[in-house]
Structures are given as structure tokens and as C-alpha cells.
């Protein structure tokens, strides 16, 4: 999902989510995560899992690069915004739209040629289990992408400061030797994308063959 603002005990409230949902017309840009459009670039086009799609800004991106792309979010109303944007922009047959909780659900093994994963912030415990179930998910030569919030004090005494984890945390939840590291530090974000944030920490591997 796009640059969290909710509270804390609104992180994993499925209710919660829903209700900020129907309460707007659109709850983010649309515009895709500017992280997502630099490391996908230069990547083929293939199978795409779109981890917390929110309402679709990223999945739309890659479906309109040629992606057959799979959108997981916990939040119906996100998912049929996403829906209706990809059928009204004739990308309908590229996109399909699942709901589900992040933290429980399983995706298909080796299915993806990219998980992309943009601003969960799971508690670590739940960091530490998603992110070998969504590296599985990838298939050989495949891509995971993990984009994350640098730690920020103000959000981590509302969040909780376990919910920020650095480049080198989510690597430690990888088998390395299954994977090529092509990127993993903090990188500073665009000019102009939710400013106040002035850096990412962001994880790019591909799996070897």
C-alpha cells in the first residue's frame, strides 16, 4: 500500500482499512511507487504479484507495461476501485484482483517472476514469516522487491519501532544462497513523493537458477 498514515492499532485492523476506504473517493495518488518504476524498468514483462496493491496504482503501472498482474489487498472497496480502473483503461485481461491478508495468505510456489511489496510494516514476527512465504512465490530468475519506510521516530512511537526494518533485517529473512542481491540499503526518494519521508529502504533480489 502507498505510504501509510494510519494509527498504529489500525496496521493490521481489517475494519479499520475498509472504513477509510468508503469514507474517500480515493484514498492514494494512483500514481505508481516511484521505487517500483525505477527497479521494474528493466525488467521483462512476465507474471507479477502485487503485495497490499491498496487501489491498484502499482498494479496498473505493470499491467500497462505488458505484466499479467495478480493484486492482493485485505480491503474489497480498494480492490474494486483497482478493478474498475483497469477495465476502464482496457487493462482488465492483464489484472486479477484477490482479497486477502497479507499475513496469512499463500501464494502459488514459484508462480511470479516479480513480488513486489511496497509500506506493510508487519511487526517483526510477522515480518519474519512473510517474507519467505512471498520469496517463495518467485519463480527461477525471479525477482522480490521489499520497499519499506527508513525508520522515522515520530511514526515508530505510534507504530511501534519493530514495524521499520532496515534492508539488512529483510535480507537476514532470505536464504542467500538461493539469491542474487541486485540492491539493499536505504535510497532516498524522488523530489516531490510524500516529501516528508525523505528516504526508503529497499531490497531487490533475483533468484538464481
Known amino acids: ?13 481489517h475494519a479499520a482499512w475498509e472504513e477509510r476506504y468508503s469514507a474517500a473517493a ?7 511507487n516511484p521505487t517500483l518504476a525505477a527497479q521494474a524498468a ?3 514483462p512476465g507474471r507479477a504479484l502485487d503485495v497490499g496493491c491498496g487501489e491498484g496504482g502499482d498494479t496498473l ?16 472497496t ?3 476501485r483497482g478493478a474498475a480502473q483497469a477495465s476502464a483503461a482496457g487493462l482488465g ?24 511489496a511496497h509500506f506493510l510494516h508487519p511487526e517483526a514476527a510477522v515480518r519474519q514469516v512473510l517474507v519467505p512465504r512471498l520469496a517463495a512465490a518467485v519463480a527461477t530468475g525471479g525477482t522480490l522487491l521489499w520497499v519499506g519506510h527508513g525508520y522515522d521516530e515520530e511514526r515508530a512511537a505510534v507504530w511501534g519501532a519493530d514495524r521499520f526494518a532496515a534492508a539488512a533485517d529483510v535480507l537476514a529473512d532470505l536464504d542467500l544462497q538461493e539469491w ?16 516528508h519521508h525523505h528516504a ?6 533475483r533468484r538464481r537458477g
Not at 480515493?26 to 505508481?32: H, I, Q
Not at 503501472?61 to 474489497?76: F, H, I, N
Not at 542474487?180 to 516529501?195: H, S
Open 42 to 44: 528493466d525488467l521483462p
Open 61 to 76: 503501472w505493470l499491467a500497462s507495461r505488458g505484466w499479467q498482474v495478480t493484486g492482493l489487498d485485505w480491503s474489497q
Open 200 to 205: 526508503d529502504e529497499v531490497v531487490r533480489v
Open 78 to 80: 480498494a480492490l474494486d
Open 1 to 13: 500500500m502507498h505510504d501509510h498514515q494510519q494509527p498504529a492499532n489500525d496496521l493490521h485492523d
Open 26 to 32: 480515493a484514498l492514494w495518488s494512483g500514481r505508481v
Open 93 to 116: 485481461d492483464r489484472t486479477t484482483w484477490v482479497q486477502g491478508d497479507v499475513a496469512t495468505w499463500q501464494p502459488a510456489a514459484a508462480a511470479f517472476d516479480l513480488v513486489t
Open 180 to 195: 542474487d542481491v541486485v540492491l539493499a540499503g536505504t535510497q532516498p526518494r524522488p523530489a516531490g513523493e510524500n516529501g
